[in-house]
């Protein structure tokens, strides 16, 4: 489907470290089909609690399989495939939602235990939680809210590959804006970074899709396909529910603006649009597997 070309990294900024040719980057040349990868974090809804409100576990989990459930009948209309990054809290409250994913054709992978409060051993308690859940092998990993998660760890854990970069800067969470914009490898583990623009390298994440005027943030998705031959995206289930129906949680204009059916909507016209173009959707575990079958 596609040829890569593998070549050392001369420097490179990654996190503070100097990579000097310690890992490997990938050009990924498509031939005729570019890759799209679409990925939505299920977790429990735990956003309120940045502004002192603390739904239950069972209400949090409900509002996510909410999202989850419009996101799948959106994926399955669309005939896309996508990959789910599922915190144990989610998977072990709300089966029914894991099971129709695979049963759909898509990817479970982890995003840690609780997402409130990660903690030491997720990375490997997350494994197994979701394993003995699905009968699946996990082999992907997201670090819940993009923090800094160790490769070697993830890798020594039996892990495929890491989702957790987003190289670009935002406020208050992270600045990664020396790190690498494509794919690489380091310590055995396949990194999928989050598509940012090229040059300016501009957020093409959730958020972005809520607050740019949709046709610009559509024309930036689609020239950061045409640019590198892949486009990464993360969403969350809770955005696709209306959260500006619900002032008791007490989320931001930030967060709640777009969401709800207009995000439905944007979705579907994301998805059409990039198929026009000739984007293939596929999980992130096959990117990997396709990448580490070429080493």
Not at 59 to 72: D, P
Not at 160 to 167: G, I, M, Q, R, T
């Amino acid at each position: 489907m596609f040829n890569v070309q593998w070549f050392n990294v001369q420097w490179s900024m990654f996190n503070g470290q100097w990579f000097n040719g310690q890992c490997s980057m990938v050009n990924v040349q498509w031939s005729m089909i570019k890759n799209v990868l679409l990925s939505f974090d299920a977790e429990e809804f735990d956003l309120p609690r940045e502004n002192g409100v603390q739904l239950p576990l069972e209400e949090a989990v409900s509002i996510s399989r909410g999202g989850v459930s419009v996101i799948l009948d959106i994926l399955k209309e669309s005939e896309v495939q996508a990959t789910f990054f599922c915190t144990t809290n989610f998977a072990t409250h709300a089966p029914d939602a894991v099971r129709r994913m695979l049963a759909d054709g898509h990817e479970v992978a982890s995003h840690g235990c609780d997402h409130w409060r990660p903690a030491p051993g997720d990375i490997a308690r997350s494994k197994h939680t979701l394993e003995d859940l699905t009968g699946e092998r996990i082999l992907g990993y997201r670090q819940p809210r993009m923090a800094a998660v160790s490769m070697q760890e993830l890798a020594a854990h039996g892990y495929l590959y890491d989702a957790s970069l987003h190289p670009t800067f935002i406020p208050g969470r992270y600045m990664h804006w020396g790190a690498p914009r494509v794919p690489f490898v380091k310590d055995g583990l396949v990194e999928l970074p989050m598509s940012v623009t090229p040059w300016l390298r501009l957020p093409l994440f959730w958020l972005a899709c809520h607050h740019y005027p949709f046709p610009l943030y559509r024309w930036l998705c689609q020239r950061t396909l045409r640019h590198d031959g892949l486009l990464a995206l993360y969403f969350h289930p809770w955005e696709f529910v209306p959260l500006r129906e619900h002032p008791e949680w007490k989320v931001p204009w930030l967060i709640h603006r777009q969401s709800g059916t207009p995000m439905q909507e944007r979705l579907r016209a994301l998805i059409a649009a990039l198929k026009r173009q000739g984007g293939g959707f596929c999980t992130y575990r096959r990117m990997a597997e396709e990448m580490k079958n070429r080493l």
